[in-house]
């Protein structure tokens, strides 16, 4: 033994070797460790000459796993400004061409890395140069995950691109010519129209086929797709199946929604289809949702309708399946929206999680290196656009769009990883976009050297045309022309046949939805008989606070939640509202109904109300005990904690929603006003999605909201907004649509209860907003009794004064809604004027309950003053929709008079004394006559 210093053997930094005095195994392949002085085995100088070789022969190669995209040739339009990779070259390493090299622990080279037979340098570079910097690239080393890395060397650097078959040449012509006709003949046959073609990365139809084709094949049931507009009306037609005679009758500026239901309807980029491929004797279901044009909201979307397509496969499957074996989510993205849009991180961001992950997403990035008029380097702080999906370590595979036999190898190694590990990964389709953002843009007043490039450029189907015909794979350009000419006869019959072309809306109702409608004004009103055996009721409550024996519960928890929770069951009285929100999860659950509540905090509940799950004060087991109510329960209760996201958690919970009508899905905003995060989802999918596409959802808001000095940020659920955004006619009597959700502000632990469980045993779904409380959640007042809940018992709309026992002698009538009403309540007794001002509580405040509230006025003809009251600021809550309404319903001779707070441009006032003193003036104000 001996001792050498590194320093006596390197000359320079450049070609400084790593030196260990052993080696060591990493990641499955030999490394060696940096020392400035340590001992080696006896080598001659031969042999350490050779292990030196070979240790920077190692550092290259990982070089070239690392940063061998950086030097790949993935630019259609050579436009990406790309530096020299002076990591990849091999006089960095001291290499040499004459050396010799085992690869055995440093490289694959067509499986064969255990071989003892050395290999030459110029066999190394090429095989490294072929793996790392060809036409596809691969960014996976910073997967932390030795396992995934090693998969990745082995999967890449052995993956010998097998000459595809004539037969599959032809296909992938097939596809690419189909695309550029289909394009070709829309802007010849409707030149004005925006059609957001796919020209320019007609590889995309080559990936999504070849997927399709893959997941077929692995038995993979259905594939859920969420999109933008580029490229949609190709993937719809020529893969999706949807008729061109569908198409060219909406372009003509029909109706895509059959007759007799009534619906807005949406844009031809946002048409959807469902239809069942075969590759052979396999098949395949997809599913391409609706979307709006706010660019990537639709992700979560897809994401909740695979998880809720895969857990109820998982519940009714015999065999052993896990998540992610039946079901895949597709999200295809544009470069610009990817990296821009926060929803795509939030998302991500669920991928992984337990309440929310589907098995692992496909995302396909259709890169036009622009983003409206926007370049690349104004679009983005980072060198790809896929970067934001190493923020949870997502893999990416990059490549060239010109190269469709690539595109389709790349996507047999995104699908083999999806599926080996149950992961996301991206897949960077590198193309470009010959036209403007729509075909009627001129993209050459903000890109003109861009354009000039692409203008002179040859398409990429016949690019791919004039590879086939070169290698004889097409024998002639009559053949070619032949594929092209057959799908042009198919688009002039679909165009000839869209005169007569009548939609089929049974596409809007099948599957899980059978036995649902669509409702019609007549049948909105339907408010079935919610009440439930008290008996059972009071065992579900008893059992919702009954942990198993080896959990221990902490001490407040079973003084103060679980203990009283059962002596008020015993009793059948004084039931709070967490009481009545287990009873009626407990009631839809035995009687077949699953349940999911999503939300920030949902598992104890922000006021610290719900404890809908106890956790183990030794273990931190969390058991939630409405899921032990009896033995091999077929129906759940889920609790999903969810990370800190509104936008994308409100979109996925919408995703569940409308795969799932007899799925019972909640989500509950930390504050009220903290759903403002999801506007987007709210205005662009549950406000209004019914209407755009017959797609009907029972998901339910709960918004903690109410006055009560917390300042500006907690004190509001927005109430006006939703309101605004209902469907309904200002005009009293006159025929109105059927309602596009239902807004509820609940006083009563009862009506909470009864409401939630109208949501499932309607024969129709709406999505339901409930103005939650949070004073009232404990509150002695706000309490009911099991008979409450007793059969015969159901929601309602209006809940008249239960003190007035005259009604001739009542002055003044109020109007209320939520907790204000025991406010109102505490004043009018205190003064003594029980006989002289009736408290009307509005508890449905869209649909508009027209003929309860006009039942009530009719009683109080000798009252002289109507009010509507609320603690809101003037400008806010539900003054400005419920008073045109009620002035209709009042006698001629009377309006609807307002008390409630100033106007404000917050929701609230953040400073205690006045907000005191707004209440005090408010309660004086309301005690007037």
Known sequence: ????????????????PLLSSRLYHDDGVYGYRVAKEFKLPDYTPSELSNRMKHGSLLRMVQAYRTHGHEGAQLDPLNIMKRKEVLALKPERYGLGEKDHYNLAGILHVNDQQDTDTPSDFKTVMDHLQSVYCGKIAYEFMHLPSA??????????????????STAQKKHIHEILSQSETFDHFLSKKFPNLKRYGLEGAESMMVALDRLFELSAKAGTQDIVIGMPHRGRLNLLCDLLQFPYAGLFHKMKGNSELPE???????????LVNNPDLYYGEDKVHVSLLSNPSHLEAINPVAMGKARAKQTELLASSKDTCNLGDRVMCVQIHGDAAFAGQGVVMETLGMSNLAHYSSGGSVHIVVNNQLGYTTPAQNARSSAYCSDIGKMINVPVVHVNGDYPEEVSRALDIVFEYRNKFRKDIILDLMCYRRWGHNELDEPAFTQPVMYNNIRHRTSVPKLYEQKLLSENTLVSEQEAQQVRERHLQVLEAGLKDAESFVPDSRMHLDGNWKGIHHITTDSASENPDTGYDT??????????????????????????????????????????WATAEALAFGSLIQQGHDVRISGQDVGR????????????????????????????????????NSPLSEFAVLGFEYGMSIESPNRLVLWEAQFGDFFNGAQITIDTFLSSGEEK??????????????????????SSSRLERFLQMSNESFVMGKDNVAPNWHIVNCTTPAQYFHVLRRQMLRSYRKPLIVVAPKSLLKSPLAVSSLQDMAPGTHFQPILPDPSITDTSKVEKVVFVSGKYYYDLVKERDARGYNDRLALIRVEELSPFPQTEIKKEIEKFAGANQFVWCQEEPQNAGAYAFMAPRLTQLLPKDKEIEYVGREPLSAPAVGISKVFKKQSSDLLQDIMKF
């Open 147 to 164: 396992s995934e890395r090693r998969w990745w060397y082995h999967a890449v650097e052995t993956f010998e691109k097998p000459a595809l």
């Open 535 to 576: 008996t059972v009721l009071s065992e579900i409550g008893k059992l919702s606070v009954t942990p198993p024996d080896n959990v221990k519960v902490h001490s407040r928890l079973q003084k103060y939640h679980i203990d009283q929770r059962v002596k008020k069951l015993t009793q059948g009285n004084s039931l709070d």
């Open 1 to 16: 033994m001996f001792r050498i210093s590194s320093k006596h053997i390197l000359k320079t930094r450049t070609q400084r």
């Open 605 to 640: 509940g922000t006021f610290s109300q719900r404890h809908a799950m106890f956790v183990c004060q030794d273990t931190e087991r969390a058991v939630i005990p409405l899921n032990h109510m009896q033995p091999n329960q077929p129906n759940h209760l889920e609790v999903a």
């Open 260 to 270: 007799g239901v009534f619906a807005s309807g949406d844009v031809i980029s946002h």
């Open 693 to 714: 596409w017959l797609r009907q959802s029972g998901l339910v808001m709960l918004l903690p909201h109410g006055q009560d000095g917390a300042g500006p940020e907690h």
